[in-house]
């Protein structure tokens, strides 16, 4: 050991998680031993991250999509994930609270981080999660949607903007909310 990272959680970062994302103490302690597990060195890398990510995906290319889902949790641009940014990204990711995952969709399609989503950056995002779809199901897509330009294209179109408009998070968020197709765009969850 020597290693003043290992043991408990430390009390101030308790505290934190536990006003920042609801989850209660047992569950934040708990999750860290299990992080400390898996991550002895406190920090998960990109490429790590990359392979975890692999692992829900085997029949496609998720690497573009683990890299902008990184750095949208990578809130402290610090080229890494550490405990705090790994419980935050679970809460807002696994929450019943709709807004709180599309506040985290909106940091996902705001590639450049700062603060407006553009149609480009729709396009890249789309572009990534077109690439999480294995080849067979494509053919089953709508046909307005089966290439991920088309897939832009129709997100896009939802917050009746410009093609050189931006979109502020409230926007974002409004757009999506209002849309069953658009919440089923901005994401890819694998069918069973
Ligand atoms: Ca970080
Ligand atoms: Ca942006």
Sequence with gaps: MGNTKSGAVS????????ISTKFSEAEITQWYENFQKQCPSGRITPAEFEAIYGRFF????????????????DTNDDGT??????????HMTSSGRMTLKLEWAFSLFDVDKNGYITKSEVCEICQAIFKL?????????PSD??????????LWGYFKKGDNDRVAEGEFID?????ADAMRLIQYEPTK
């Design 145 to 154: 949607e089966n290439t991920a330009e088309k897939r832009a294209e129709k």
């Design 11 to 18: 009390k101030e970062l308790l505290q934190d998680l536990k």
């Design 58 to 73: 085997p029949e496609s290319d998720a690497k573009s999509y683990a890299q902008h889902v990184f750095r949208s949790f």
């Design 133 to 141: 779809i294995p080849k067979e199901k494509v053919d089953d897509l």
């Design 175 to 179: 757009g999506i909310m209002a849309n």
């Design 81 to 90: 994930l550490d405990f705090r940014e790994y419980i935050v990204a679970l």
